[in-house]
Each structure stands twice: as C-alpha cells, then as structure tokens.
C-alpha cells in the first residue's frame, strides 16, 4: 500500500501533517509556492493559538509562532539566495579595459 500526501489537507491543517515548521522547508514533495501556502496557514493557526493562550483558553497545544516565523524567513532567504546566484550568472563580463 503506498501512501500519497494529501496536500490540500496539509494546507488546511499543516500541524496535523508536520511536526515542525522546519518540517515543512525539507519535504521532497513540496514546491516553494506548496511550502509558502502551508507555513502562512500555520503562522494563521498559531496566532490564534497565541491568542488563546493570552486568554487562557489553550487546549495544550503549543503554537509554535516563532518556528513558524522562523521557518518563512529561512523560505524567503533561499528564495534571495537563488535570485542572487542566478543574477551573477546571467550578468555579461564587464570590459574594464578602456
């Protein structure tokens, strides 16, 4: 029996799918746009959480915020990154010559 990722079930609740937010930057099946719909679904979730938590109405789930936010820093960082070395790439050799 071979299992299938149900990725419109990960969007809608990333927490149930994923143990971390880092989780999510490392799997195989995700494409950028996959891993950007999850984690802003979670950073949702884990606002509310947060809320919550500051009213005392937690269930004694965490809400891992910070990962969260971590881990969409960490997306958009290799997102700069990939930009940046496919700019040196395409850049032409100046002539400094003159």
Same mark, same amino acid.
């Given at each position: ?9 990960? *969007? ?9 937010? *880092?989780?999510?930057?490392?799997? #195989? ?6 891993? /950007? ?27 891992? /915020? ?8 960490? /997306?958009?960082?290799?997102? *700069? ?7 040196? *790439?395409?850049? #032409? ?6």
């Amino acid at each position: 029996m071979t299992h299938q990722f149900d990725l419109k079930a990960a *969007k809608a609740n990333p927490s149930k799918f994923f143990s971390t937010p *880092k989780e999510v930057l490392v799997h #195989p099946e995700l494409s950028r746009t996959s891993k /950007l719909d999850i984690l802003h679904q979670w950073e949702v979730d884990a606002r509310l959480l947060s809320v919550a938590e500051e009213e005392n109405m937690q269930d004694g789930e965490s809400s891992q /915020l910070g990962a969260v936010v971590s881990a969409l820093l960490a /997306l958009n960082d290799e997102e *700069k990154q990939s930009h940046t070395a496919s700019a040196v *790439k395409a850049s #032409p050799p100046r002539n400094s010559g003159a």
